[in-house]
Nanobody
Framework: QGQLVESGGGSVQTGASLRLSCVASGISLSRYAMAWFRQAPGKEREFVASISRLGGVTYYRDSVKGRFTISRDNAKNAADLQMNSLTPEDTAVYYC?????????????????????WGQGTQVTVSS
């Protein structure tokens, strides 16, 4: 059974940076598309960023474009999310997710039900 474990969350001030990491065990991430989602208090979980199996295709939600970068290291069985210029609106629990399904369209990468593996989440809090 595959497991994903996130780390790197924390409490920072506006404008700071954080780097989230997601490490897998029990599965080989080279066979999986990866994504990060987040859930703010009182809100539904939402797509943040995704990356294809070999890293050649990435997608981002509009509000993080230019500030967040998703990457992966299949040799380390890991995927990261570099977050710069953080704002209070980025405050949420961040989850990494992995999908072994064929994701041909951007909408597929953004769809939570296409990801069977999820981490437990890591809290990111940004204060003004």
């Amino acid at each position: 059974q595959g497991q994903l474990v996130e780390s790197g969350g924390g409490s920072v001030q506006t404008g700071a940076s954080l780097r989230l990491s997601c490490v897998a065990s029990g599965i080989s991430l080279s066979r999986y598309a990866m994504a990060w989602f987040r859930q703010a208090p009182g809100k539904e979980r939402e797509f943040v960023a995704s990356i294809s199996r070999l890293g050649g295709v990435t997608y981002y939600r509009d509000s993080v474009k230019g500030r967040f970068t998703i990457s992966r290291d299949n040799a380390k069985n890991a995927a990261d999310l570099q977050m710069n210029s953080l704002t209070p609106e980025d405050t949420a629990v961040y989850y990494c997710a992995a999908s072994d399904q064929e994701l041909y369209r951007e909408t597929s990468y953004r769809t939570q039900r296409r990801y069977p593996y999820w981490g437990q989440g890591t809290q990111v809090t940004v204060s003004s």
